[in-house]
């Protein structure tokens, strides 16, 4: 596992971003594995920078890691929406190349196969993340237990509560969600994990430094062979104490 502090995260930002290039410029036909929530948007601006400088992301093809149930994709707070506004209506990536979970999906037993069926055509070279206070990743949820596959999601209260912020208020938020399992995930070739401020060290340091335990997901990136940890100096200030 390796483990980058940036003063900022913009710095950060940059340094990933330049790692995302490198992936873009030297596979054939790339898959990127993406991530949403407030960590990853200087990522996603400096993508765009970085396309405005002649970084074309036509033959990318996206994986998202997950969709609230319930919101359609024009909804504010979707990650559809998110993503469009974010990244994908800012670059040269095919509509038909962009693939997230249909969180409004009359059948989401059967989304869930759809999504793994794409998931299995598509192996992801490389896999954003973020981490949640509770150490979730993309919507694994602590639990006695963690999923393989694509799954619906009971979204736990400190996520809810964390999330909160987006939705204006708490009874808003979408109790449930479709998230990628572990498996796309610990299969991609090369997994990036952001995580910027205080309030994310403590997640940070059981995802790095504790046992792999299903009641902290993250931490199971440590027997991943390609893991880089991307930190500000206060999401890594336990970890560097
Ligand atoms: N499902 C997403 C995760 O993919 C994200 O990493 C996390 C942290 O969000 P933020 O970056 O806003 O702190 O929570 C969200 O709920």
Known sequence: MNIRVFENPQMAAVYAAALVEQVIQSVRNPVL???????????????????????????VTTLNLDEYVGLSA????????????HLFRHVDLPAEKRFLPNGAAPD??????????????????LQILGIGLNG??????????????????????????ANARFFGE???????????????ILMAKKVLL?????????????AVRGDVRTYSPASILQVHPNVT??????????LEA
């Open 33 to 59: 594995g993406l991530a949403t929530g407030s960590t990853p948007i200087p990522l996603y601006e400096s993508l765009v920078s970085f396309h405005r400088q002649g970084l074309s992301f036509a033959h």
């Open 74 to 85: 024009d909804h504010p707070q979707s990650y559809h929406h998110f993503m469009n506004e």
């Open 108 to 125: 989401l037993a059967l989304e869930c196969e759809r999504y793994d069926q794409i998931i299995r055509e598509h192996p992801i070279d």
């Open 136 to 161: 979730h990743i993309g919507f694994n949820e602590p639990d006695v237990a963690l999923k393989a596959n694509t799954h619906v999601v009971t979204l736990a209260r400190d996520t809810i509560e």
């Open 170 to 184: 708490q009874e808003r938020v979408p109790t449930e969600a479709i998230t990628m399992g572990l498996q796309p």
């Open 194 to 206: 952001l995580a910027f401020g205080r309030e994310k060290a403590n997640a940070v340091l059981s």
């Open 229 to 238: 940890f991307i930190l500000d100096r206060e999401a890594a200030h336990i």
